[in-house]
């Protein structure tokens, strides 16, 4: 027994010793993406995706658990106290980062602080839609009909603080009009209340409406982005119909445990830029209508600085409960 | 003709070797996690999906689609053996399935389950196949005016579905009610009553109430119970399978009836199966001779939720392929994993890609018919788990439970959750509260809740909304007509003196 136990220790010992080098042969164990979205959507299909190939570059096999709930929180905190050693990383979004420890003030972490970021990966535009009941044509109109008396125009969202309900608040506060809010628990029953003109408009993810764009039920107006989206190329964006620079896509990118070692967060984002270089992983994502959105480290750092900037001053605008 | 065409195509493709043999795996893996309590056909689904990226688009989402429906056929096995749901859609089976399985009945009443459930089933396939297109159409009439006046009338029609007293029941409504309002409220996005706690901001997991107010109720309760080995193997015999003539007759309505409800519930994207469910007992026991007949074993019972948990969970399909509109978490799965096929359901789907929508409805009535010959013979396998020792089986049920719960969200709180729900089912069977009304308050309350305020939001405020669109005035109508006349009821026997208030709405 005593033997057994100073073999142990023995191990607990020289693992510990271990630490200290183990950067240089990272990974030398598999490596588990923490997916704070469920399985079957955008955000599973990008980090099965990269997954597999980050795992072909690194040597290791990289896993994608999903771990749902309060609104990516609890992912997000789940990763936030991981050990930092590369072996636990999150697809992140800004929800992870910025949106909910906003909001949520249970949410146990620092969005910023309390994360080493490696790179964003990919982007799932946001596109303005109207029904084709609505009348409406273009994004003049929806302006005009917006601006003719406060709540005329109603938008739908996916959530009090979420994304489509920012850029509408953003496109909004821009023209200077007050739009109506009506929040949904997701984007099909948005979906169907648009189609039917319960409600006029909204941002949406372009994926699940692009059958109802080609069907003619649907019309874009814009995309929230200041790139065309390769899903949707003949929808311009809304800086090039004059309502100013939107960078509102639904982005997602991988972080890690803040004090992961800089040679780990180098690898992992080496593994990630070469998936993404991949033909195969470009077809891949482009043909669910996901756009690469590659940033390295220090452009990501940047970005998620803007965007936390961006974020954080629409909600504070928004009057969603829970901002402080 | 062209339907026929249609149909031809459609069966060529269920009926090639791949499709065939995947039918059947998706299928046999649904029966039994749809068996086991707690561990629900996503859960399975999820672990599936990985390896459907390397298959044929068509044969993977039959697959797929195959472990959730036959997920309810295998469900409502442990609500009558055990009193423990499998899937929160077999909740209501309990209600009568453990009285028949007490009285000895419990093959009759899996065999029964089984043939209600493939009748159910079929002829959601029928019309399926005659009605998708215009399901569509139909499907963006209900918004949430729509949706309110629906939940309020399930909510109206159902609340009395608890054998016993009334009162008690409307009790345990409110408290599933409030149950419902923990978590982040949808419109504001505040945190009600989670008390700091993060996991409770998405509100108490649904499957933790479930099994912890069936499942694990019935298993604390029955601790000090006599312990002797209940049924001896030698007496399940295939002959004591079979249902009489007269419970076969008694069946056919229900199961009809049950099938139209679960049918009309399930093609709309925002309502459900647990919600047919409750709808198909409620009715059963509105048009029964004698309704107090109901908790204590009776079939129609047992047969008519769970023809309408298979024809919802068929009839659902419709709006996912037809519109793109998936109706809860498990479809919007399935259509995600179309999505990675690069395949968008919507308007177009069944024009573009004539061979994969005909294939899989197809391959659904193939499936159904593998899980008739599937289960029947299990029956007599599920029936001999009767004759386990409560010391052993028990346990057994509890560690399932418990892994079922925490393999939804790998969270150690729905674990804790599910206990704490079961200490208090315990309690509540001790002061004679039924379970069921809480779930139906739980259900109901905050859908109702969230369209409620949406549809005020849509009129600007205007409680109009209610009765100026045409098909919310109609449910707004038999709402109130069913209140009135159920009102009227008691009263009048009260009045003449023949009953008290409490027996006279024993009959609601």
């Known amino acids: ?50 997954a597999e190939y980050m795992g072909r570059t690194l040597g290791q096999p990289v896993v994608v658990e999903n771990r749902t709930g309060a609104a990516t929180a609890i992912a997000a905190a789940y990763v936030a106290h991981a ?58 109109e929806l302006a005009e009909k917006a601006l003719s008396a406060p709540d005329t125009v109603s938008y739908a969202s996916v959530g009090s603080g979420s994304l489509p309900h920012l850029t509408a608040l953003m496109f909004s506060q821009r023209i200077g009009a007050q739009m109506l809010h009506i929040p949904y628990a997701g984007v099909a029953p948005a979906t169907v209340d648009i189609l039917a003109g319960n409600v006029d408009t909204g941002f949406l993810n372009a994926p699940p409406l692009v059958a109802h764009i080609q069907s003619g039920d649907m019309i874009p107006l814009a995309v929230a982005a200041t790139k065309r989206a390769s899903l949707l190329p003949d929808v311009q964006t809304m800086g090039e119909l004059g309502y100013g620079d939107y960078e ?48 390295s480290t220090p452009e990501f750092i940047d970005f998620i600085k803007s965007d936390a900037e961006t974020v954080l001053g629409l909600i504070e605008t928004s009057g969603v409960e829970g901002a402080q | 003709m062209d339907l026929f065409t249609n149909i031809a195509l459609g069966f060529e493709r269920a009926l090639s070797l791949d499709a065939l043999l995947f039918c ?28 459907t990226f390397y298959m044929d688009p068509t044969v993977a989402l039959i697959m797929l689609a195959g472990i959730f429906y036959g997920a309810q056929y295998g469900s409502s096995t442990a609500s ?16 009568d399935g453990y009285p028949m399985a007490q009285q000895g009945k419990a093959g009759v009443a899996l065999f029964m389950v089984t043939i209600t459930s493939f009748i159910g089933g079929s002829i959601a396939i029928v019309l399926m196949m005659l009605f998708t297109p215009a399901v569509a159409a139909f499907a963006l009439k209900f918004s949430s005016a729509e949706y309110f006046m629906i939940m309020a009338l399930g909510l109206i029609t159902a609340a009395t579905i608890a054998p016993g007293s009334p009162l008690k029941s409307l009790i345990m409504v409110v408290v599933g009610l409030a149950l419902g309002t923990v978590g982040t409220d949808s419109a504001s996005g505040a945190m009600r009553f989670t008390f700091g706690i993060l996991e409770l901001s998405d509100g108490v997991s649904l499957v933790a109430i479930a099994m912890g107010l069936f499942g694990v109720a019935e298993i604390i309760s029955s601790i000090g119970r006599d312990s002797g080995t209940p049924i001896d193997a030698k007496h399940v015999t295939f002959k004591s399978m079979l249902p009489s003539k007269a419970e076969l007759k008694a069946s056919v309505m229900p199961t009809l009836r049950g099938t139209g409800i679960g049918a009309l519930i399930g093609a709309l994207p925002g309502a459900g199966a647990t919600v047919a469910t409750f709808m198909a007992y409620a009715a059963e026991k509105k048009v029964a001779k004698d309704p107090s007949r109901f908790g204590k074993g009776a079939i129609e019972g047992v047969v008519a939720p769970e023809a309408a948990n298979n024809s919802a969970v068929q009839a659902a399909f419709m709006p996912t392929l037809s519109l793109g509109i998936p109706g809860d978490a498990l479809m919007a799965f399935l259509l995600g994993a179309m999505m990675i096929h690069g395949i968008v359901p919507g308007p177009r789907f069944l024009v573009d890609q004539p061979v994969m929508f005909w294939g899989l409805v197809a391959s659904f009535w193939i499936g159904n018919v593998f899980l008739l010959i599937l289960n029947i013979p299990l029956i007599g396998v599920w029936v001999r788990i009767l004759t386990i020792p409560y010391k052993v089986l028990y346990p ?87 209140l009135i006349l159920s009102a009227k009821s008691v009263i009048q026997h009260v009045r003449s003196g023949t009953r008290k208030v409490e027996e006279a709405s024993l009959e609601l």
């Open chain 2, 396 to 482: 057994t049920m509890l560690f399932f439970i418990c892994i079922g719960v925490f393999a939804i969200n790998f969270q150690v709180f729905d674990v804790i959750a599910v206990l704490f729900f079961g200490f208090m089912g315990f309690i509540m069977i001790k002061f004679g509260y039924p379970p069921a009304p809480i779930l139906l308050g739980f259900v109901l309350g905050p859908m109702m809740e969230e369209h409620f305020g949406r549809a005020l939001l849509m009129s600007r405020g205007s409680f109009s909304i209610f009765w100026e669109r045409p098909i919310s005035a109609v449910l707004l109508v038999i709402t109130l007509v069913m």
């Open chain 1, 248 to 295: 509102m896509g639904t982005w997602y990118g991988v972080s890690a445990p803040a004090g992961t070692p800089a040679d780990v967060i180098a690898k992992l984002d080496a593994a990630i830029a070469e998936a993404l270089d991949n033909p195969e992983v470009q077809e891949r994502l482009q043909q669910s209508g996901v756009d690469i959105f590659y940033k």
């Open chain 2, 80 to 95: 009558i053996l055990l009193n423990v749901p499998g899937t929160v859609t077999s909740a209501v089976t309990c209600l």
């Open chain 1, 83 to 140: 050990a930092p050693d590369g072996y636990t990383i999150l697809l992140a979004g800004s929800p992870t980062h910025v949106i909910t420890p906003a909001l949520n003030p249970a949410a146990g972490y620092n969005g910023i602080d309390d994360f080493a970021f490696v790179s964003a990966v990919a982007s799932v535009p946001n596109v303005l839609v109207v029904s084709k009941e609505s009348g409406i044509t273009s994004i003049d």
């Open chain 2, 24 to 51: 059947f795996f998706g299928v046999t893996i649904g029966t039994f996690v749809g068996v086991l309590p707690g561990v629900g056909a996503m859960a399975a689904v999820a672990l599936c999906l990985p390896i």
């Open chain 1, 1 to 50: 027994m005593k033997k057994l136990l100073s073999i142990g220790l023995a191990t607990l010992l020289a693992s510990a010793g271990v630490t200290a080098v183990q950067a240089q042969d990272y990974p030398t164990r598999p490596i588990a993406l923490i997916n704070p979205y469920a399985a079957g959507g955008s955000a599973d299909l990008i980090a099965r995706t990269i």
